[in-house]
Structures are given as C-alpha cells and as structure tokens.
C-alpha cells in the first residue's frame, strides 16, 4: 500500500502538467476568444462570476520528486493544471487564465510586478472580469500585494494567493487556497477592501500581512490590526475595511513606468557598521530603508551617515527590525534636525515598495513623510 502511494504521487506529479490540455478539450462550454496567447478559458457559465487568474509561479506552482520531501523547484505546473486540481472550482466561477511569470518569488521584479499592475488596470474596466486572482510565491508576496494595493484601481476584488508546500506534497495547501481565493474574488462583498491576500481561511490586506514562517502553513499574519476577514470553503465573512488609502483613492500611477528606483534596505545591529549606508548611496540609491533596532533606531555612526545621505538629496527612511509597532518621528532620533523619515506601521520591505513608489516623481521629505502615515 505504501508503496503504491509513493508510486502514485509520483505518477500524479508527472501527470499534472499534462493535463493542461486535457482540461481545454474537456471543457465543452469553452469560450475561445483569448486575447493573448497566454490567455486560456475553463468553461463560460453566464450564471457564475468570471474570475481572472493571472500566474506569477512559487510554491503553488512548485513540484517535488516525490510527496515526502522537502526540496523541490518553484513555478513548475502551469495554471490549467492547478486548475485541474480543483474541479469544484467551476461550481463557483467562470476562470480565465494568463501565465504573467512562472518564477520562485524570490525571482520576483519590478518588471513582473509592472506587468502585473498593468494587466489588471488594463482589464478592471472589462464587464466579463469580476475579480483577479494571482498566484504567487509567498517569499515576497507582501512587496506585490502592497505595490499593487498602491497602483492598482479596480473596483474589484484583487486577491493574491500562494501555498507552503508544492504541488506534489502530502497534504498540498496549494488547492484548497486557490479555490477560497477564487471564491473570495468571485465575492461582490470583497470589493473596495483594497488587495487581498487569502490563504489558510484567512482573509489578510496587503497592509498588513507579513510572513512569519519559513516554513509553516499559516505564514502569514496580520498584527496589530489584524484580518480582513475569513474564508472556508467558499463561506466568506467580513470584519472590516482597511483604513489606510488604496485603489481609486491612491494618487500614485504607474502608468507608462519600465522601471522604479533604486531603494536599498540596511539592517540594523548592535555594534553595526555605517560604511554600508555611505555605499548605498555611492552606488546610486536613491532611497534608504534602515531596519532599525527598537523604535527605529540606530547606532551615532549609522546616524550621522543617514543624515549626510539625507543631505546629498538620498530620501533615508528609518523603519524597524520589530515585528510590531509604529517608528514614529522625532522620539529617540530628531528626524527635523537629520532629515530623515519614519515608515510609522510599515515594515521594511513594503517601506521599500512604498518610497519607491513615491520617487518615481520628485518630492519634497515632508509630502513623502505624509505618504508614510496616508498608506
Ligand atoms: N521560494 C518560494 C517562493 O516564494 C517559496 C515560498 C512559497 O511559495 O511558499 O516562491
């Protein structure tokens, strides 16, 4: 029996692939007009909301040799075999399907996060999309889940969604989050609340969501202000908006923009050396994200060197190592007097999304100060 067991994962895990076509040919009420030649179609049911699946790669994507082991290679089976994994799922939506990358998410770019962006403002407006959902590696999902939730304007829903194990594991999580995240974006209900991330039936705003595991199933977390919502099995319950801006109410754009600007994060230590900022700065950053230790903070050496930064015109923003709790200006530091910025409740990583974001156009410290307690 044991055998027989490792013998069809195996198989199954080989086979998942090529079932891409089997589910096209197999799908009688397909609608065939693809817009693109990534684009594919699972069935056209007018009495179900039509959901947009756009595929970045990751874990959800990944498989292993066998169910038992923990190596394995991200951004292997295309989205028509995750699909196929779930038949339920066309009970509850019409799915369309573009592959947008198929990387591990630590081969996420600015470049796929811009076509991401793109694709779906160019597609909010279309009556046949009800809502989006990307699948993506959880390693930096919080950095496209944020920088879409800055650049993205659809009045609805944009759920982004992953899995810890591949697709081949024993007790793959990869299925059952793609079919809530599905049934999240199908939700009129979901709508306005900004970029969602759904996985494990939780229902998270790229706000506040961050990865707390490297390796447990329930990775992500929302601290502090904790989750939008949950979700099981396509039951979806409401607890609240994000009060930060997003969507139509944000003014960023990254409309016509190839490329965002070089934002360096440093982290903070005791005893730490303050030749990486001066570097930093050397090799052309324009932004400095410090992940400092406690409230911001930082040893005088790395000060004096932000502030000399800040002076040369590079916007220094001190953020903290801390998993909770704002860095809040002018408390153990005087930013007034260095010209430095505090991320107030964003960690740095989206600290680093967010200025970015911001310097795509020149702006004053005091607006960009501004940016950092409005999103
Ligand atoms: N490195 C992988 C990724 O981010 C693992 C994380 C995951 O997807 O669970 O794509």
Same mark, same amino acid.
């Given at each position: 029996m044991k055998k027989f067991s490792i013998h069809f994962i195996t198989v199954f895990a080989a086979v998942l692939p090529l079932l891409a076509p089997l589910a096209q040919t197999q799908s009688? &009420?397909?609608?065939?007009? %693809?817009? !693109? $030649?990534n684009e594919q179609t699972v069935q056209n049911n007018k009495a179900l909301p039509n959901v947009m699946i756009l595929a970045t790669g990751g874990t959800i994507a990944g498989a292993a040799k066998s169910g038992a082991q923990a190596a394995y290679t991200s951004g292997q089976v295309t989205i028509d075999a995750m699909v196929n994994a779930i038949p339920e799922v066309t009970k509850i939506a019409n799915i369309k399907g573009e592959q947008i990358s198929n990387v591990g998410s630590q081969d996420m770019s600015f470049e796929i996060m811009l076509k991401l962006a793109n694709r779906i403002n160019q597609a909010k407006d279309n009556t046949s999309v009800d809502g989006f959902v990307i699948t993506h590696g959880t390693d930096t999902m919080e950095e496209t889940a944020y920088f879409l939730n800055l650049v993205c304007k659809p009045d609805k829903p944009v759920v982004l969604v992953g899995s810890m194990r591949p697709s081949t594991a024993i007790s793959a999580d990869g299925p059952l989050n793609l079919y809530d995240a599905v049934a999240v974006a199908a939700d009129p209900n979901a709508k306005n609340r900004g970029v969602l991330l759904v996985m494990n039936d939780w229902i998270h705003s790229a706000q506040t969501l961050t990865k707390v $595991?490297?390796? %447990?199933?329930?990775?992500f977390m929302s601290p502090i202000r904790g989750l939008i919502g949950t979700t099981a099995y396509g039951v979806n319950e409401y607890y609240r908006y994000p009060h930060q801006k997003y969507g139509a109410k944000s003014e960023f754009s990254v409309d016509g923009a190839t490329k965002l600007p070089r934002v360096d994060v440093i982290y903070a230590g005791?005893?730490? &050396?303050?030749d990486l900022i001066d570097a930093a700065v050397k090799l052309g950053a324009k932004g400095l994200v410090i992940a400092g230790v406690g409230n911001g903070n930082m040893n005088k050496a790395s000060l004096d060197a932000c502030a000399r930064a800040s002076k040369q015109g590079v916007v220094v923003l001190r953020s903290t190592r801390? %998993?909770?709790?704002n860095v809040a200006? !002018?408390?153990?530091? !005087?930013d007034d007097q260095m010209g430095l910025i505090a991320s107030y409740g964003l960690n740095p990583q989206k600290s680093r999304i967010l200025l970015s974001v911001a310097l795509l156009q020149p702006r004053k410290l005091d607006e960009i100060q501004r940016l950092f307690l409005e999103y």
């Open positions: 009688k &009420n397909a609608a065939p007009q %693809a817009t !693109n $030649s $595991s490297t390796t %447990a199933v329930q990775t005791a005893d730490m &050396n303050a801390v %998993a909770t709790g200006r !002018n408390v153990e530091v !005087n």
